[in-house]
């Protein structure tokens, strides 16, 4: 099953926050984060585990609820730089990596 | 290492064609995977590789797609007969292997368009 991201699209001014939420109605083992800017891959952005652990890196960090099946990205602080679509990819109850199933993403504009 | 590379970056056929991609994955990664991605769409899994072992194909792939990794470095797709409806970006990731999830890395992609 897809996971739901919400929301669809938001736009911010430099300096606001964002949050992006990833739903799943299956019992999730990891989350994956990737960030796309138009026309280049997915860059890789950080991973959760199951275990409810919370990751950051710069002013990026995410949460992972296993009970809610539901991870949450937080971008504080926004800049230029975050503009771009960010997919969560998730992770079955098999351990290791399996294939990762992808939301429809969320397009985040940062305007100055 | 640079990262996970693929070719051509682009590749424009007519419908009916056969068309071959390859993929070049990080050195050190011994899992292999196959994502196609449209416009507005995240990617959607097509197949993974283990080493030389394909171990799961997507139920969305048709029998016109296969895919190998003869020695488990590189890897091709190919498309038999393209069709309009093949037209999109295929991605190929790498990653590590084991009993924890590791980040899978993507490569550039292959822009496909079926005239």
């Known amino acids: 099953q897809q996971p739901v991201q919400s929301p669809q699209a938001v736009i911010l001014r430099e300096g606001e926050d964002a949050v992006i939420n990833c739903s799943s109605s299956?019992?999730?083992?990891?989350v994956h984060w990737y960030r796309q800017k138009h026309g280049e891959a997915p860059v890789f952005l950080m991973i959760?585990?199951?275990?409810?652990e919370q990751k950051g890196h710069d002013k990026i960090s995410a949460s992972f609820n296993e009970k809610k099946q539901q991870s949450s990205l937080y971008l504080t602080a926004s800049q230029l730089s975050y503009s771009g679509t960010y997919f969560c990819?998730?992770?079955?109850?098999?351990?290791?990596?399996?294939?990762?199933?992808f939301g429809k993403g969320t397009r985040l504009s940062v305007i100055a | 290492d640079t990262g996970v590379s693929q070719d051509p970056r682009h590749k424009i056929t007519k419908r009916g064609q056969n068309v071959t991609f390859r993929c070049d994955p990080i050195?050190?990664?011994?899992?292999l995977y196959w994502y196609r991605q449209t416009l507005g769409q995240g990617p959607e899994f097509l197949t993974y590789?283990?080493?030389?072992?394909?171990?799961?194909k997507s139920r969305l792939l048709s029998d016109r797609f296969s895919a190998e990794r003869p020695k488990g470095s590189f890897s091709t797709l190919e498309i038999q007969r393209t069709e309009q409806g093949d037209s999109a970006m295929y991605l190929c990731?790498?990653?590590?292997?084991?009993?924890?999830?590791?980040?899978?890395?993507f490569g550039p992609g292959t822009r496909l368009t079926v005239t």
């Open positions: 990819g998730t992770g079955g109850m098999r351990s290791g990596n399996t294939p990762l199933v």
């Open positions: 959760l585990l199951k275990g409810g």
């Open positions: 590789f283990q080493n030389e072992a394909q171990l799961e």
């Open positions: 990731a790498s990653s590590m292997a084991g009993p924890s999830s590791y980040e899978q890395y």
């Open positions: 050195s050190e990664h011994n899992r």
């Open positions: 299956k019992a999730l083992y990891s």
